[in-house]
C-alpha cells in the first residue's frame, strides 16, 4: 500500500558517473519534492515541482536536476556525483497548499565510490 | 530568516518514562505552520501533527501531546509512558508565507526495555 516509492533503495555510483534517482505516487498530489538529508542532519529541500512548474532552491548546486513527466512520477539526475553527494535522497508529496503534510517516501541512500 | 532549532540532538530514557522534546522556531509570518515527524529505522518520515499559527491550544494523541507557546516561539512534544517503538529521530518543522517546509536537526530518541 506504498503511497510514495522511491528505488532503488540503495544506490551505489562511482565518483562523476551520472546517476538518476526515481520516485513514484500514487495519491495524485500536485505537488512533489526532493529533499537531501545527510547523516544526523535535516533534510535539505533541493526543489520542488508545483505541477509542471520546477522551483530550485537558490543553494542547489547545478549539479543537481529534476524532471516531472506526469503526476506520478518525479525523477533526481545527478550529472556528476562527488563524494559530497553521498546522501539520503528523500521524495515526498503534498497538496497545493502550504499547510499540507508532506507524504515521504523511504528514500534512495545513495553511495559515491 | 526561518529556523527551527531541536537543540537535544539524542536522548535515551527507560520505557515506561515520559520524555519531552523541545522545538523552537523563528519566523517573522505572522501566518505559520508548524509540525512534527517522526522517522524511524525504516528512514520514511512519518507525520504527526500539524498546527497554524492562530491555534495555540494544545493537543492530545494518545500518548503523545504538543504543547505550543507562541510567548516563547516553542511547540515541544511529550511522549508518556514511552515504548520501544517509539525509538526514532523526531523532526520539528515550519512553513511560512514561502510555502518551503524548513527541518529542524531532529532529535533521536532512543528507548530503552
Known amino acids: 500500500d506504498a503511497m510514495v516509492i522511491q528505488n532503488p533503495r540503495y544506490q551505489v555510483t562511482q565518483f562523476g558517473k551520472p546517476v538518476t534517482l526515481s520516485c513514484s505516487q500514487t495519491l495524485n498530489h500536485n505537488v512533489m519534492y526532493w529533499y537531501q538529508q545527510k547523516s544526523s542532519q535535516a533534510p535539505k529541500l533541493l526543489f520542488h515541482?508545483?505541477?509542471?512548474?520546477?522551483?530550485n532552491e537558490a543553494d542547489t548546486p547545478d549539479n543537481f536536476q529534476s524532471r516531472r513527466p506526469n503526476t506520478s512520477f518525479c525523477f533526481l539526475d545527478i550529472r556528476s556525483p562527488g563524494l559530497g553527494d553521498a546522501a539520503m535522497y528523500l521524495c515526498a508529496t503534498s497538496r497545493r497548499a502550504r499547510k499540507a503534510k508532506l507524504f515521504f517516501g523511504s528514500g534512495t541512500q545513495l553511495s559515491v565510490l | 530568516a526561518q529556523k527551527v532549532t531541536q537543540a537535544q540532538t539524542e536522548i535515551s530514557v527507560v520505557e515506561k518514562e515520559d520524555v519531552t522534546l523541545d522545538c523552537v522556531y523563528e519566523t517573522r509570518d505572522t501566518t505559520y505552520y508548524l509540525f512534527w515527524y517522526k522517522q524511524p529505522p525504516s528512514g520514511e518520515l512519518v507525520f504527526l501533527i500539524r498546527r497554524n499559527s492562530f491555534d495555540e491550544q494544545n493537543e492530545i494523541s494518545g500518548r503523545y501531546s504538543w504543547n505550543f507557546q507562541k510567548s516563547t516561539s516553542s511547540f515541544n512534544f511529550t511522549i508518556t509512558a514511552s515504548q520501544v517503538v517509539d525509538s526514532a529521530v523526531y523532526f520539528c518543522a515550519l512553513s511560512g508565507l514561502d510555502d518551503k517546509i524548513i527541518f529542524g536537526k531532529g532529535t533521536r530518541l532512543h528507548i530503552l526495555p
Open positions: 515541482y508545483y505541477d509542471k512548474d520546477f522551483n
